[in-house]
Structure formats: structure tokens, C-alpha cells
């Protein structure tokens, strides 16, 4: 066995490389996909992840590219811009909105901001390409990709007419490192010119956006450097628009290591002859000082690395794995699991929604958001780019994206991966707290509709009054709060729930005034980028969502005070601002209305569906209790299926649909829910599983976290001391298995199995407690087959009171 390793003083230790398997097709893995394609575009991509380092492999036998991204890497465009100082001018903008004129509050508020345009925060862009060039004797046949989604390894395997060759590729969680694989199976040799070079613009990509990319490119990304050696490849650039306190350069190291064959280097590139095996280790630095480079340090660390592609793997596979496989579904996909995603895809439909593609989208939705979590939450592309000119910048957008893409966390069981949004959110306070001063003159925080590498509001444009939107820390707060309800952390609520809850308290004491009948008026504000239908302008008052999420916000923040003994002087307080809140209203046709006022209309046509904020993650007792309401939002939700996606050939965001389905399966409203499931499964997602905001196109992740978050919530429904069983289950899924389920109220549901006749459920508690435990239809029987937990029958034909012990317990039900 050949290896150069022998770089600055580094002498490599005895190195084994993965056995050559013997020649097989490659099939499906047990839970993961085969595609037969491979991507046209960087959208179509293999993606892996390990929640820092991103890796999107092209997958394309001869000319491969590998594009790297790092969830830290946002282009700095200059010093940020301080939120507008329109706390001086508030009066005067309220009393433009009081007066109707809701364009000139607008345009007032954008002129006192100083600002030319709207503007985004600095932009999500990739790091770099490896690039792996391959000969070929013959054409290319026998073509087919994968991933394995329990092992976060993707695979490329194709033939010529001298053999078999195979492309794996994982980003390690563990190591913190991408690995990539080249194989010749059986006797075949590997050839291949390797080289790192910047990410280049898509040739796929429409003349407009080509035309922007290649001038942010040109005007932004300098001082680019490559070298190659024996056995290294590096990369470097720097920022032309760094500023303190930015990243001022992108480095990245590829340590090279082969099993025999020869190597010779030029100026950019490495090219391997006849070898056995090439392995390639990839690390990312983005150093903060501009005359300091890791590329030293990154090339000794890379080349002292003596475990093999196996090891590697293992050691990888068990953090990543131990996340995966805390869930799973089974809703009857069977055989269908070994076809290829084109074929599934090609076959589902509206009228028979394929159980497979089903299931394997909400692997593939788990899979994507754990790879793309770690230090930070995940971003509108998750962790992965391809373009320096991403849709929305692919920032944190608050307003409904990113709430989406982490809906599943705590429900499906990854709470530690909920801890990245809240440390985000944590660490961007201070831009939030200059907004509240700058833009309302009040105390507290404010989260902007938009963010990345700061925390300040600039979304502000004369005809878009995203500055106005104040529902946005109060929806933070929720998951704050959520947190401590799923997992039982005392010292997270105390420590961060709390804290964060009570500064956005402060806010709205500071912001909400009395109006004539005595209750609140929340003004300026916006309800997510919709106009009202009798307006001209974003600006408004009285949004729904903002009332919601501030009345969600202080009943929380009242609960939380009262379990910790704190905040006696407080709830008081808080308890009369809940009772100066505005009700909610019904428009004359019977629909929820987006504003609570009579002087504003609301517009339903509008992708968002932001008014039905109070049923996303459950229902609140005052809707609960009032069946006027409750008819009233599901009115809504079929108005919206109907207007956007019913008998529509495409669709346009995909989230608007996670907010449907939340919505739904809130009200318990099984075929509804399946309605919006079903454009979901068949719409967003491309033969590589990721999901996209539009009809198969614009790579976004907002669903794979939405997706499974509905899904699980038409089969499990809790709160503190309360589990509902299949509350929306669909006619079209009679039987069924899902596992690992986490319930607020620290219950994991281990396994719910059921079918027409009965339900046997396996729960785990963490501490002893009383709940009640709730199915669709009435109880016959239920019995517990296993544990020391106890029944106990209240008259409720549905229902039974349940104590379980801490720790195991399975319950069977008949119906």
C-alpha cells in the first residue's frame, strides 16, 4: 500500500482502507431511498449533514461535484444597519393608522429609516466545490444513488465496460469531518483529478439569476487561493465587504490518502492514477481575522488521521443514528420501499397517495433536519447552498419558515437539537432589544421577520411593513416554553424559559395602549406579508396572530411563574393585560378574521395563513369552549385548500400547507389534515428526498420539519396531564405503527399500534402522574398488559383517567 503523507513533519501510522465489496447493484436501504437519476441541478443533490458542516454530492459518475457548505458561513455585506429610529415618529404613525391612512404610516415609517430598499441580513452562500473528474472506458451504465438515512451515508455507483465503481460520501458528527469514498469494486482501478475551487455559478440557473450571481460573486468573494500538494488540496477567500466582528475569509483542507497508484500535483489540482482507493477528509475554518489562516493547522490534523473510512463511519453512524432511529412510521409502504424515488413519485397521486412515499418523506424530513441542526437552527436551505444569490437571502425567516422547519423537534423526539434555536434566538437579544427601543420606543425585545448573523429589523420597504411585525419573540417564546414541557428541565425554565418570556412581556406592557372600549389596540403592525383586502398598504393593527401569540405568551408566562414560586407582583399584571386583550372576530361569511377590527378586511387568498396562529400546536380553552370559533377557523382552512391547492397543477410555499395541517389536526379534523398531507407528499419533494418551498423547485427545508410534525400530530396530541390517541386519523390509514413519539409532560410513546378494532400503546414516563388519556371513538375496554400503571374509568365514554408510574407501562385498548 502506497500513501504520501509525509507533510509538514506528519508521518502517518499504519492506514486500512474499506474492503472492495463484491460487485452488487445497489439496492435501498432499510430506511432511506435509491434514485436512478442523477441531479440536474444543485437541488437534486445528495445531501448530508452533520448539523455544522454540510455536503450536497451532484452525484454524477464522470464530472462530480461535491458542494461544501458551513451553517456559520453568511456573507458579510458590510457593517450592519441599526433598525430605523422611528420611536420618535410613533405617535404620528399610530395616528395615520387610526386614521385609515395606512400607505403614508408606511411610507413614514420607511423614510425615517434612512434605508434605500428593503433590506436582508447578510446572506447564506456556499464554501466551495471539490471537484472529482473520472475517466470511463465505455459509456456510463448501470447508474443508481442513495441514501441511507439511519447511517447519514450517501452512495454513487456506476459501471463501465471494465467494471464497477462507487462514490460514498457522510458528514462526521462525531469528527466533524466529510469523508468521501472512490472505490473500484473488484479489480478496477481508480482515476480521478481531484481540486477545490469556489462554487460556480449553475449554467441550469435562468439568465437573471445567473446574471446576480455571478456580480455578487465578482463583487464580494476575493483573493481566492488554491494549491495542491500530494496530499492536500486547500482552498481560501476572503470578503471584500468583512466588517469587525464578521468572518473575513472561508479555508478549507482536503487531506488526500490512497491505496497504491500514483499521484502528481499542479498548481490547483491532483491527479491519481490506477489506484485502489482514494480517500478524501474535507474540513471548514472561517476565520475572524483576515490575517490568520488554520490551513496549517486544518492540513496537520487531516493528515495525522490514521482510522479508516469504516471507523469513520461507525463512529459517525452511532451519534447520528441514535438520533434517527428514536422514531419511526408505518403506515402499510411495504414492498414499494425498494423502488426508486422517480418511480414512487411517478406513481403517487391524489386520489392513491403512495404509504411509501409517505413514510420515506418522513424519514427523509427527519433526516434532513437533523443533518442541518447543530449550532445553529436550520436556515430557509437548511444547511446547504448552491448559489451566492439564495431565495430570501436563505435567512432565519421567523414569520413562518423557521417555526415550520423545527415544528417536529420536540414531538419527535430531538429535543437537544430544539436547544440550538433557543441559544440562536438567545444570541441575537441585543439587536432584538434595539429594535423594541429604536422602532417602538419601548422596552424589551422585538424578532424581526428576518435574521442571521445579527438580531436587528430592517425589514422595511414603502409598499412591505415587515418592521411593524411584533408576534415574532412572542412566538420564540413558545418553544422556550415548550421545551420545559416536553422534557421537564426546571433549570432550562428558570434559567432561559422564563428570562426570555418576561423581556417580551415587557415589550407589549410597554407597547399595547387602550382604545375606547378599553381593550388593547396592538399598533403598527403587520400580519406576515399580507395586505388587508380593503388596504393599499401592510401596515395595520390588530393582527390575530400577534394578539394570539402575546395571549399564548402571558398565560405561559403566568404557568411558569406559578411552578416556580417567582413573579408574584407580576401575574397580577399580566392577568389583567389578558383580560384588556381583543377578542376574536368572525367575518360575515364565516371565517376567522385576520385582523381584529371591523375597518379591516381580510384577504384569504394570501399564501400565509398566519390568523390561525392559535391552533399550530394545539388549542387554546377559549376556542376549545366556543363552537362558533371553532367552526370559524375550519372554515378557514378549507377556504385557503380550496383557493390555493384543491384542483391547482402546482403551489406555491410550501409551509402555507404545514400551517393548514397544524391548523387541522388541531380541530381534529383527520380528512381535512389528510387534504393538506396529501399536497404536501406529492408537490415538494424531488428524486434526492429534499424538500422544496414551490412545486418541485427552490430547495428549502421548511417542510421536512413541517411535514413530520403533522404527520405526528394526526396520530398523537398532548399537553401537561393529557394524551389524545389518532385524533385526526385519516379513513386512508386503517392500520399502523409509530414509534417515539414525546409527549409534553416528559411521556414518550414508545410504540402506538393500531387497527379497526383495537389500539395497544407503550408509553414511558418520566416521573410518576395522573393523566388523561383520550381516542377518537368510544372505549370498550382497556386494560394494562404490562407495568404498574392503573385505570381508572370516569363515565367519559373516550376517556379514563391513567397513573402511570415512572417508567414503562403498555395499555391495550379495544374499541
Known amino acids: 500500500m502506497r500513501m504520501v503523507l509525509a507533510m509538514m513533519g506528519v508521518t502517518a501510522a499504519c492506514f486500512t482502507f474499506l474492503a472492495s465489496p463484491a460487485l452488487a447493484t445497489l439496492t435501498a436501504p432499510e430506511r432511506g431511498f435509491i ?72 411610507q413614514l415609517a420607511f423614510d425615517v429609516s434612512g434605508q434605500e430598499s428593503f433590506m436582508y441580513p447578510d446572506r447564506f452562500i456556499p464554501a466551495f466545490d471539490l471537484n472529482i473528474e473520472m475517466r470511463s472506458q465505455g459509456a456510463v451504465k448501470e447508474y443508481m444513488r442513495s441514501v441511507n438515512f439511519q447511517t447519514g451515508e450517501a452512495v454513487v455507483q456506476w459501471a463501465d465496460e471494465q467494471g464497477t465503481f462507487e462514490r460514498r460520501m457522510f458528514v462526521s458528527r462525531r469528527d466533524g469531518l466529510a469523508v468521501v469514498l472512490i472505490t473500484g469494486l473488484g479489480e478496477r482501478k481508480v482515476n480521478c483529478r481531484l481540486a477545490l ?21 465578482a463583487r464580494n468573494i476575493i483573493n481566492i487561493e488554491t494549491t495542491a500538494e500530494p496530499s492536500a488540496l486547500t482552498f481560501r477567500n476572503t470578503f471584500a465587504q468583512a466588517y469587525p466582528g464578521s468572518i473575513q475569509a472561508v479555508e478549507g483542507v482536503a487531506g488526500i490518502f490512497q491505496k497504491n497508484g500514483a499521484t502528481t500535483a499542479t498548481d490547483d489540482s491532483l491527479l491519481i492514477t490506477e489506484a485502489d482507493q482514494v480517500m478524501i477528509l474535507v474540513d471548514i475554518r472561517l476565520p475572524l481575522d483576515a490575517a490568520t489562516s488554520h490551513i496549517d493547522d486544518m492540513k496537520h490534523s487531516l493528515l495525522a488521521q490514521t482510522m479508516e473510512y469504516a471507523t469513520l463511519l461507525q463512529r459517525h453512524a452511532e451519534v447520528h443514528g441514535e438520533l434517527f432511529n428514536r422514531m419511526r412510521l408505518d403506515i402499510g409502504g411495504g414492498a414499494d420501499h425498494k423502488r426508486t424515488t422517480e418511480e414512487l413519485l411517478a406513481d403517487s397521486t391524489n386520489e392513491r397517495l403512495n404509504r411509501a412515499l409517505i413514510e420515506k418523506e418522513f424519514d427523509a424530513g427527519r433526516y434532513n433536519i437533523i443533518s442541518c441542526t447543530g449550532e445553529l437552527p436550520p436556515v430557509l436551505q437548511g444547511g446547504w447552498a448552491g448559489t451566492y444569490v439564495p431565495g430570501w437571502a436563505s435567512d432565519f425567516t421567523h414569520n413562518g419558515n423557521v417555526p415550520s422547519a423545527i415544528a417536529c423537534l420536540l414531538m419527535g423526539n430531538l429535543p437537544e437539537l430544539m436547544l440550538s434555536y433557543t441559544a440562536y434566538i438567545e444570541s441575537i437579544i441585543p439587536g432584538m432589544e434595539a429594535n423594541a427601543e429604536r422602532i417602538f420606543g419601548a422596552r424589551g425585545i422585538v424578532l424581526p421577520s428576518r435574521t442571521t448573523t445579527n438580531g436587528y429589523n430592517n425589514a422595511l420597504a414603502p409598499k412591505f411593513a415587515g418592521g411593524f411585525w411584533v408576534g415574532g419573540a412572542a412566538w420564540a417564546a413558545h418553544f422556550f416554553y415548550d421545551y420545559y414541557l416536553y422534557t421537564g428541565d426546571r433549570k432550562f425554565l428558570a434559567e432561559h424559559a422564563v428570562p426570555f418570556m418576561e423581556k417580551t412581556a415587557i415589550f407589549f406592557e410597554d407597547y399595547l395602549y387602550e382604545g375606547p372600549d378599553g381593550k388593547y389596540v396592538f399598533s403598527p403592525t403587520q400580519s406576515p406579508e399580507n395586505t388587508p383586502k380593503n388596504s393599499d398598504s401592510q401596515g395595520s393593527f390588530n393582527a390575530t396572530m400577534d394578539v394570539a401569540a402575546a395571549k399564548e405568551l402571558l398565560w405561559n408566562l403566568i404557568s411558569a411563574s406559578n411552578e416556580l414560586g417567582i413573579n408574584r407582583n407580576k401575574i397580577p399584571q399580566w392577568q389583567a393585560m389578558l383580560d384588556k386583550m381583543p377578542e376574536y372576530m368572525i367575518s360575515e361569511d364565516g371565517i376567522i378574521k385576520e385582523w381584529l377590527t371591523p375597518k379591516l378586511d381580510n384577504n384569504d387568498s394570501h399564501r400565509h395563513s398566519s390568523q390561525l396562529y392559535p391552533l399550530y400546536d394545539g388549542m387554546p380553552e377559549e376556542i376549545a369552549d366556543n363552537p362558533d370559533l371553532r367552526a370559524a377557523f375550519k372554515k378557514s382552512i378549507e377556504y385557503k385548500l380550496d383557493k390555493h391547492w384543491r384542483n391547482k397543477p402546482s403551489g406555491f410555499m410550501s409551509f402555507g400547507l404545514v400551517q393548514l395541517g397544524q391548523a387541522a389536526t388541531s380541530l381534529g379534523e383527520g380528512e381535512m389534515a389528510y387534504d393538506c398531507l396529501m399536497h404536501l407528499v406529492n408537490r415538494f419533494w424531488l428524486n434526492n428526498l429534499a424538500s422544496m418551498h414551490n412545486h418541485r423547485s427552490l430547495f428549502n427545508m421548511d417542510i421536512s420539519g413541517g411535514m413530520p410534525a403533522v404527520i405526528i400530530k394526526m396520530l398523537v396530541a398532548s399537553d401537561p ?91 391495550e385498548i379495544l374499541k
Open 721 to 811: 396531564g393529557k394524551i389524545q390517541i389518532l385524533p385526526a386519523l385519516p379513513d386512508a390509514w386503517p392500520t399502523g405503527t409509530i414509534e417515539g413519539v414525546l409527549c409534553r409532560g416528559q411521556i414518550e410513546i414508545n410504540r402506538l399500534e393500531w387497527d379497526a378494532a383495537h389500539i395497544l400503546l407503550t408509553m414511558t414516563s418520566g416521573r410518576r402522574q395522573e393523566i388523561t388519556l383520550t381516542i377518537p371513538t368510544d372505549i370498550k375496554s382497556i386494560s394494562v398488559k404490562k407495568g404498574d400503571g392503573r385505570i381508572e374509568r370516569t363515565g367519559q365514554a373516550r376517556s379514563c383517567q391513567v397513573i402511570l408510574p415512572k417508567g414503562e407501562v403498555t395499555i
Open 35 to 106: 434514485s436512478s437519476n442523477p441531479a440536474q441541478t444543485w437541488e437534486e443533490g445528495l445531501i448530508c449533514g452533520n448539523g455544522l458542516i454540510g455536503a450536497n454530492a451532484l452525484s454524477r459518475p464522470l464530472n462530480e461535484t461535491i458542494i461544501f457548505t458551513h451553517k456559520r458561513l453568511f456573507m458579510p455585506e458590510g457593517v450592519p444597519t441599526q433598525p430605523p429610529l422611528m420611536a420618535p415618529h410613533l405617535s404620528k404613525v399610530r395616528k395615520l393608522i387610526d386614521e385609515g391612512k395606512y400607505d403614508e404610516a408606511t
Open 197 to 217: 475551487g469556489p462554487r460556480k455559478p449553475s449554467m441550469a440557473l435562468d439568465p437573471l439569476t445567473l446574471s446576480r450571481s455571478a456580480q455578487v460573486f
